[in-house]
């Protein structure tokens, strides 16, 4: 008998730990960045399809909700120079964008004031 409860105890001690182990190991992989990043956009890659906005480069993929004042744009749209608020979260070792605005609802954006913790 008290060789069944040590091996049940094992076992669920050796589950736990799968199941911490990778729900962590997830996170790390893919998990939402708190702020969005605003800035302007200082440079463009079409090839490997990557924005950078202060200093910080951005995969945008066909899921990316590209807009441009307030309206649908896409990826060909983007110019340096533009402000841009991006909403992104973090795909292995890429920060990739899930929202992408540009134009004045960016500027506007971008200028509004922190809320206090």
């Known amino acids: 008998m ?5 091996s049940l105890l094992a076992l669920a001690a050796a589950f736990a730990l799968t199941v911490f ?18 800035g302007k956009i200082t440079a463009i890659d079409k ?3 990557t924005v950078t906005v202060a200093d910080r480069v951005i995969a945008i993929d066909d899921t ?7 309206k649908p744009a896409k990826f060909e749209d983007l ?20 929202n992408f605005k540009t134009g004045t609802v960016a500027a506007n954006t971008a200028a ?5 913790k």
């Open 21 to 38: 182990t990778s729900t962590a190991s997830a996170a790390a992989k893919k998990g939402p960045v708190d702020k969005p990043v605003t």
């Open 112 to 116: 509004l004031p922190k809320k206090k």
């Open 79 to 98: 110019k340096t120079g533009m402000d841009a608020t991006v909403s992104v979260f973090l795909l292995g070792e890429k920060l990739t964008a899930t």
């Open 2 to 6: 008290q060789t069944l409860t040590r």
């Open 47 to 49: 090839d490997a399809k």
């Open 64 to 70: 990316t909700i590209i807009s441009n004042s307030g």
